[in-house]
């Protein structure tokens, strides 16, 4: 029988998280509060972070969506493979395939333009959350809070950039409605591929071992990042010179061992871990399934389209490497939520939570409502969820409405004053807007447009009437939504130029009042869609000032009655993490060790996709060549590594740090078991993957040939 004591400690071990003290994605200002000395560091904890000169932190950067660390003084970025896999995927050609034999620039004058990518680093800091919650006045409805909370944020981002001519700044909410923290970034525009391994290394195993332990991917890359001849940021220009960064990381070839203390520095994506049962329920139910039967069926059609044609499969390999990650991870979290009983758990708590409130009047009278009215917010989201879903996917699905709807929403946001406008069209953004948009047209492949256009059409047509968006029944003619939506593709497509780049540029600097004088088929649609995404946009506003409100009241309860401060969800801004290289029990009489090795890419490999290795490896592992990167105890080139820290996407890249402050692998993934790290984390079963160093420096010198990249590392 379970007693109410061993429910507690149950549900404070799953959801509180933060207890532990190897768990947590903890913000750099709570760097100084962790005991990482009892952990295992060897270094001054100065030396992670100092607000007051340089620090480990000032080498880690973000890379497009990705983490990377400086390893030389001359902007020499390592990173993720599947990080860089864009800018091989963009620079690809028939001709000049660098997603399938790799890229090497033996010289600076070589390295390749990495097209759309920035590197972001963090500055400084400071607490906001006054001034950003001062924009809020009683009597305010929810929407016009949620807007108010939002043009504050922008304002002191302004101000910020103007007190740091040249710099970037953003105020990120750490905890809904109540802590915002304004960081001040270095924002650098040229960014240059270095050395990008062949696919059959770097992508070793594909989806097939994506999210799985063991693990035997190369997965890495080298980037660079340039900057005007004054060191001031610029776009791409060949008289750029290398970034030179206040710290790198030093690259230690000998890497590490099990059981070794490990931390990690990174962007972590977004985690849920606050949500309640209602957030868990909505995305169980509704969310996740759709988005992931939605892009295994994108990733079925993009294969099809590229099995005829090379050109197109380059042209779609960005995307279904995308596409296919989140499907995966998907599926891998539903898989956990029911195998963790998660929304019941969370239910279990909230009950005990809601007994806590209850049990004081005082406090009841502040909290008691909490729960039950985040649950009515959710109940009307869940009341629309498959017609609102639809919507966020429709014009993203297609390229040719996507540039429609871009262009005439800009049209009307461009006239705004700069601080009314989405933050997509304020004038800091609009320049990387227009460069998001023409990368996707540089990738249009009109039969794949076609068909996920119509697929989606197709859906939102077959809706129920009273969720049916009016410009989708105005094209159903003859209430045969198939035959109706097959014709207006099949008319669309010839009649638009919205494919057509330069088109599309000078379309995004016209007159709302020109543009509905354009006969464009799909011009008009974005046009007929504008009202019911701006009605969408009015409902989300009011139901996040709701979340808002009540998310930072039950905050403020929860850690009242569990005598704790919690740890912000993840939000893209830095983050550390800390652990242990350590296997796990995945399944009853089952252990996996932490380190993979050389021998065993050798024994997947079968010749053919994902399982393909160079010939060169073959060669040199059966001749074991390993030089100075062997493993003391397994007589081989450690390939991946697996630890206890706690991570999720937008950590891809992150340096793996050892004691002494030295690189000793480079995060890529998280096992299995750990996809639902989003919602839960446990010790048990969480754990992420790394590339081994050693088998970096040894894919780089070795098969590479890239020596001098090490000479650059100071390695030779």
Same mark, same amino acid.
């Given at each position: 029988?379970?007693?109410?004591?061993?429910?507690?400690?149950?549900?404070?071990?799953?959801?509180?998280?933060?207890?532990?003290?190897?768990?947590?994605?903890?913000?750099?200002?709570? $760097?100084?509060?962790?005991?990482?000395?009892?952990?295992?560091?060897?270094?001054?904890?100065?030396?992670?972070?100092?607000?007051?000169?340089?620090?480990?932190?000032?080498?880690?950067?973000?890379?497009?969506?990705?983490?990377?660390?400086?390893?030389?003084? #001359?902007?020499?970025?390592?990173?993720?493979?599947?990080?860089?896999?864009?800018?091989?995927?963009?620079?690809?050609?028939?001709?000049?395939?660098?997603?399938?034999?790799?890229?090497?620039?033996?010289?600076?004058?070589?390295?390749?333009?990495?097209?759309?990518?920035?590197?972001?680093?963090?500055?400084?800091?400071?607490?906001?959350?006054?001034?950003?919650?001062?924009?809020?006045?009683? &009597?305010?409805?929810?929407?016009?809070?949620?807007?108010?909370?939002?043009?504050?944020?922008?304002?002191?981002?302004?101000?910020?950039?103007?007190?740091?001519?040249?710099?970037?700044?953003?105020?990120?909410?750490?905890?809904?409605?109540?802590?915002?923290?304004?960081? $001040?970034?270095?924002?650098?525009?040229?960014?240059?591929?270095?050395?990008?391994?062949?696919?059959?290394? &770097?992508?070793?195993?594909?989806?097939? #071992?994506?999210?799985?332990?063991?693990?035997?991917?190369?997965?890495?890359?080298?980037?660079?990042?340039?900057?005007?001849?004054?060191?001031?940021?610029?776009?791409?220009?060949?008289?750029?010179?290398?970034?030179?960064?206040?710290?790198?990381?030093?690259?230690?070839?000998?890497?590490?061992?099990?059981?070794?203390?490990?931390?990690?520095?990174?962007?972590?994506?977004?985690?849920?871990?606050?949500?309640?049962?209602?957030?868990?329920?909505?995305?169980?139910?509704?969310?996740?399934?759709?988005?992931?039967?939605?892009?295994?069926?994108?990733?079925?059609?993009?294969?099809?389209?590229?099995?005829?044609?090379r050109e197109v499969a380059i042209k779609h390999a960005a995307r279904i490497k995308s596409l296919a990650n989140v499907m995966k991870r998907f599926r891998g979290q539903l898989k956990g939520l029911d195998r963790l009983n998660l929304v019941e758990k969370k239910k279990l708590e909230e009950a005990d939570l809601q007994r806590f409130i209850?049990?004081?009047?005082?406090?009841?009278?502040?909290?008691?409502?909490?729960?039950?009215?985040?649950?009515?917010?959710?109940?009307?989201?869940?009341?629309?969820?498959?017609?609102?879903?639809?919507?966020?996917?429709?014009?993203?699905?297609?390229?040719?409405?996507?540039?429609?709807?871009? $262009?005439?929403?800009?049209?009307?946001?461009?006239?705004?004053?700069?601080?009314?406008?989405?933050?997509?069209?304020?004038?800091?953004?609009?320049?990387?807007?227009?460069?998001?948009?023409?990368?996707?047209?540089?990738?249009?492949?009109?039969?794949?447009?076609?068909?996920?256009?119509?697929?989606?059409?197709?859906?939102?047509?077959?809706?129920?009437?009273?969720?049916?968006?009016?410009?989708?029944?105005?094209?159903?003619?003859?209430?045969?939504?198939?035959?109706?939506?097959?014709?207006?593709?099949?008319?669309?497509?010839?009649?638009?130029?919205?494919?057509?780049?330069?088109?599309?540029?000078?379309?995004?600097?016209?007159?709302?009042?020109?543009?509905?004088?354009?006969?464009?088929?799909?011009?008009?649609?974005?046009?007929?869609?504008?009202?019911?995404?701006?009605?969408?946009?009015?409902?989300?506003?009011?139901?996040?000032?709701?979340?808002?409100?009540?998310?930072?009241?039950?905050?403020?309860?929860?850690?009242?009655?569990?005598?704790?401060?919690?740890?912000?969800?993840?939000?893209?801004?830095?983050?550390?993490?800390?652990?242990?290289?350590? &296997?796990?029990?995945?399944?009853?009489?089952?252990?996996?060790?932490?380190?993979?090795?050389?021998?065993?890419?050798?024994?997947?490999?079968?010749?053919?996709?994902?399982?393909?290795?160079?010939?060169?490896?073959?060669?040199?592992?059966?001749?074991?060549?390993?030089?100075?990167?062997?493993?003391?105890?397994?007589?081989?080139?450690?390939?991946?590594?697996?630890?206890?820290?706690?991570?999720?996407?937008?950590?891809?890249?992150?340096?793996?740090?050892?004691?002494?402050?030295?690189?000793?692998?480079?995060?890529?993934?998280?096992?299995?078991?750990?996809?639902?790290?989003?919602?839960?984390?446990?010790?048990?079963?969480?754990?992420?993957?790394?590339?081994?160093?050693?088998?970096?420096?040894?894919?780089?010198?070795?098969?590479?040939?890239?020596?001098?990249?090490?000479?650059?590392?100071?390695?030779?």
């Amino acid at each position: 029988m379970i007693t109410r004591l061993s429910l507690f400690l149950l549900l404070l071990a799953l959801f509180v998280n933060f207890s532990l003290a190897d768990e947590g994605m903890y913000p750099i200002s709570d $760097i100084h509060k962790l005991n990482l000395k009892a952990k295992g560091l060897k270094i001054d904890p100065n030396a992670l972070y100092n607000p007051d000169g340089v620090s480990l932190i000032d080498a880690i950067v973000m890379v497009g969506g990705c983490t990377g660390s400086f390893v030389s003084s #001359d902007g020499l970025i390592l990173t993720n493979h599947h990080c860089a896999f864009g800018a091989a995927q963009a620079a690809s050609t028939k001709e000049n395939d660098y997603i399938a034999n790799g890229f090497l620039a033996k010289t600076r004058a070589e390295e390749a333009q990495a097209i759309g990518y920035t590197v972001r680093i963090t500055d400084s800091y400071r607490d906001v959350s006054r001034e950003v919650l001062s924009a809020v006045t009683e &009597g305010m409805d929810l929407a016009e809070r949620t807007k108010a909370i939002d043009r504050k944020m922008k304002e002191l981002a302004a101000e910020a950039e103007q007190q740091h001519p040249g710099k970037r700044a953003e105020v990120s909410e750490m905890f809904a409605g109540r802590t915002y923290v304004l960081f $001040i970034y270095t924002y650098l525009r040229d960014v240059r591929m270095v050395y990008v391994p062949p696919r059959s290394i &770097g992508e070793f195993g594909g989806e097939t #071992d994506n999210w799985i332990w063991p693990r035997h991917t190369g997965d890495f890359s080298f980037m660079r990042v340039y900057v005007a001849p004054d060191g001031s940021p610029a776009d791409y220009s060949p008289t750029n010179v290398p970034y030179k960064p206040r710290k790198i990381l030093k690259v230690q070839p000998a890497g590490v061992d099990e059981g070794d203390f490990v931390f990690l520095l990174g962007y972590p994506g977004r985690t849920n871990r606050h949500r309640t049962s209602h957030f868990m329920q909505y995305e169980e139910q509704y969310r996740m399934p759709y988005i992931a039967n939605l892009y295994d069926w994108q990733i079925a059609v993009m294969k099809e389209m590229g099995e005829k044609d090379r050109e197109v499969a380059i042209k779609h390999a960005a995307r279904i490497k995308s596409l296919a990650n989140v499907m995966k991870r998907f599926r891998g979290q539903l898989k956990g939520l029911d195998r963790l009983n998660l929304v019941e758990k969370k239910k279990l708590e909230e009950a005990d939570l809601q007994r806590f409130i209850d049990s004081d009047p005082r406090r009841n009278e502040v909290y008691g409502t909490v729960l039950t009215e985040i649950g009515k917010v959710y109940e009307e989201i869940t009341s629309r969820a498959e017609s609102e879903i639809i919507l966020d996917f429709l014009p993203s699905s297609s390229t040719m409405l996507s540039a429609a709807y871009r $262009i005439y929403e800009a049209s009307i946001e461009r006239q705004k004053p700069d601080l009314e406008r989405e933050s997509a069209y304020m004038d800091r953004n609009f320049p990387r807007t227009k460069e998001t948009m023409l990368r996707a047209l540089a990738d249009y492949h009109d039969e794949t447009d076609r068909t996920f256009l119509r697929e989606l059409l197709m859906q939102a047509g077959s809706l129920p009437m009273n969720q049916r968006v009016p410009a989708i029944g105005a094209l159903l003619t003859t209430g045969n939504v198939e035959r109706d939506i097959a014709s207006f593709i099949d008319k669309a497509y010839p009649a638009s130029k919205l494919n057509n780049e330069q088109y599309v540029l000078e379309l995004l600097s016209t007159s709302k009042e020109e543009l509905e004088t354009i006969n464009d088929p799909f011009l008009k649609l974005a046009r007929a869609l504008y009202p019911t995404y701006q009605a969408l946009k009015e409902t989300r506003q009011r139901r996040e000032g709701a979340l808002s409100k009540l998310s930072a009241l039950l905050v403020d309860v929860k850690e009242q009655y569990l005598k704790t401060a919690f740890i912000p969800d993840a939000n893209r801004t830095l983050r550390l993490t800390f652990g242990y290289i350590r &296997g796990y029990n995945p399944a009853d009489a089952t252990y996996y060790s932490p380190i993979t090795t050389l021998k065993g890419v050798i024994e997947k490999t079968t010749g053919e996709e994902p399982f393909d290795t160079p010939e060169k490896v073959i060669n040199l592992a059966n001749a074991k060549e390993y030089g100075r990167y062997k493993h003391p105890k397994l007589n081989d080139v450690p390939v991946a590594i697996l630890y206890n820290t706690d991570t999720t996407g937008g950590n891809s890249g992150s340096p793996v740090i050892n004691a002494n402050g030295e690189l000793v692998g480079v995060n890529f993934d998280r096992a299995w078991e750990a996809t639902i790290n989003d919602f839960a984390w446990s010790e048990s079963y969480s754990r992420s993957i790394a590339v081994d160093i050693r088998y970096v420096l040894w894919v780089t010198e070795k098969v590479g040939e890239a020596d001098h990249l090490l000479t650059e590392m100071g390695l030779k």
